[in-house]
């Protein structure tokens, strides 16, 4: 990708690997003004959404609550072995937490 800036993407569910970190997710593009999918959705692996936000995406979850509250942005999180993730950003909220979207595996 060479740049992302100005696209925005939507994670309807993830992959949970055995460190505890997001491996995967199920997005799709949607464009922002209409909020309609610009494509299907596909698998992706953590890293490929590390890039996408290093290129100037904007990454959302979409949780399956019938609320409309705010979604959240994922961020990248650097670990102190260099290694990079993806983490909802902002403090734990009640319902809005990695530990609450679909999972692939289910």
Do not use: Y
């Not at 199920?26 to 698998?43: F, T």
């Not at 290694?83 to 999972?103: F, H, K, M, Q, Y």
Request: net charge negative.
């Amino acid at each position: 990708m060479a740049s992302e800036s100005g696209r925005f993407f939507e994670v309807s569910k993830v992959r949970i690997g055995p460190d505890g970190h997001v491996s995967d997710v199920l997005w799709a593009e949607v464009d922002a003004k209409s909020d309609r999918a610009v494509g299907a959705r596909v698998l992706a692996t953590a890293a490929e959404v590390v890039d996408a936000i290093h290129d100037g995406a904007q990454v959302e979850a979409v949780f399956l609550a019938g609320d409309r509250l705010p979604e959240r942005s994922f961020v990248i999180v650097l670990h102190e072995d260099g290694r990079e993730c993806i983490a909802l950003d902002g403090p734990p909220s009640p319902g809005r937490n990695v530990a609450d979207l679909s999972r692939l595996d289910d």
